[in-house]
């Protein structure tokens, strides 16, 4: 016997269904759902227990985009493997949803084409654009700026482009104290390890490093670049510098602009023949700083005010704010030591 065709029961409830069960308008349906809306009590309970009894849920995308908010955030990166974004994201997800907005991800690595990314992000209608730590190209900030009547902010980095609003670690400052803190150490040739920068966006930690130690009669006699964010960039970089270069001229003061370039120079120290001390500082202190093997002495950010005050300016935009820079505070573990 031919069976007849099987009722959906996952089918979806509708608004309409919804209004027809508690007797009330569509329209009072989709109020019922806004907060603050025009609507009287009764007719919303009647609504939410109509709603449960058919598990509706409301569409907020069709709902945002009728409204013109499509409560979507946009975020950049372009260095996924710097693990001090795992903690930025966290956050930031999390304070985001809990405003009611979803977080849309644009890697916009070397490899990918950031037009295409921010071309998609502009499609979904998002309301803002937040750059997580990214060094923006001119070029990267030009089309940012040709989506229409949206925030932008960088997080975690600077900016000089007077439409991007900045909250951000002063690196300037830290860069300061952890010249300080070597100098006090007793060390005597100091090194700094550097990421990719870009000219429109510093960190400000190299400036305030070298600067400090002018002002203390040294200066920064090495300075080593890496592409990339990640614990293999800052070994190879390290372990180059010790095999080219006599261990009498070795730096004894290693400055690095964040923890996971760090910990690769200090691999590359523990691959060495263990003749020559260089005492290494890091930036971001994440959770394998403080790993036994390590014991990394850092700066820390404070995560926390920094993606709250990105977050509201990227949902409440004000004019009037400014570029804002807070104050972190050093971590002090063992990697910092000099040795006697």
């Not at 001229?249 to 523990?270: K, P, Q, R, T, V």
């Amino acid at each position: 016997m031919k069976q007849g065709k099987k009722s959906d029961s996952r089918q979806k409830a509708t608004a309409s269904d919804v209004a027809k069960r508690a007797g009330v308008s569509k329209w009072t349906v989709s109020r019922a759902f806004i907060e603050g809306s025009s609507i009287s009590v009764t007719s919303r309970q009647r609504v939410l227990a109509s709603a449960k009894e058919l598990n509706y849920r409301p569409n907020l995308l069709a709902r945002s985009l009728s409204q013109k908010s499509s409560h979507i955030i946009g975020v950049v990166i372009d260095q996924p493997g710097n693990p001090n974004l795992i903690a930025l994201l966290n956050e930031l997800t999390q304070q985001l949803q809990s405003k009611g907005y979803m977080a849309m991800l644009l890697n916009i690595t070397a490899k990918a084409s950031y037009e295409a990314a921010i071309t998609l992000a502009e499609q979904l209608q998002i309301d803002g654009l937040l750059f997580l730590g990214t060094a923006l190209s001119d070029d990267l900030i030009t089309f940012a700026q040709d989506i229409h009547n949206i925030p932008l902010v960088q997080l975690c980095r600077n900016n000089t482009n007077p439409s991007i609003q900045v909250v951000s670690t002063d690196g300037y400052q830290a860069g300061q104290r952890i010249a300080q803190l070597l100098y006090q150490e007793g060390y005597t040739r100091f090194g700094y390890m550097k990421g990719p920068e870009t000219n429109s966006s510093p960190l400000l930690r190299f400036e305030g490093y070298r600067d400090t130690l002018q002002a203390l009669g040294s200066d920064v006699s090495l300075t080593l670049d890496v592409n990339n964010y990640q614990r293999s960039d800052g070994y190879a970089a390290l372990r180059a510098y010790l095999l080219t270069t006599p261990a009498t001229e070795h730096i004894d003061a290693l400055f690095c602009e964040n923890d996971i370039i760090a910990i690769g120079a200090m691999d590359a120290l523990i691959d060495a023949d263990g003749s020559h001390h260089i005492g290494i500082v890091g930036f971001d202190n994440i959770e394998l700083a403080s790993a036994s093997a390590y014991q990394l002495t850092t700066y820390s950010q404070p995560i926390k005010p920094l993606v709250a005050d990105a977050v509201r300016r990227v949902l409440q935009p004000d004019p009037n704010d400014t570029d804002t820079f807070y104050s972190g505070e050093l971590t002090l573990r063992r990697s910092h030591r000099k040795i006697e």
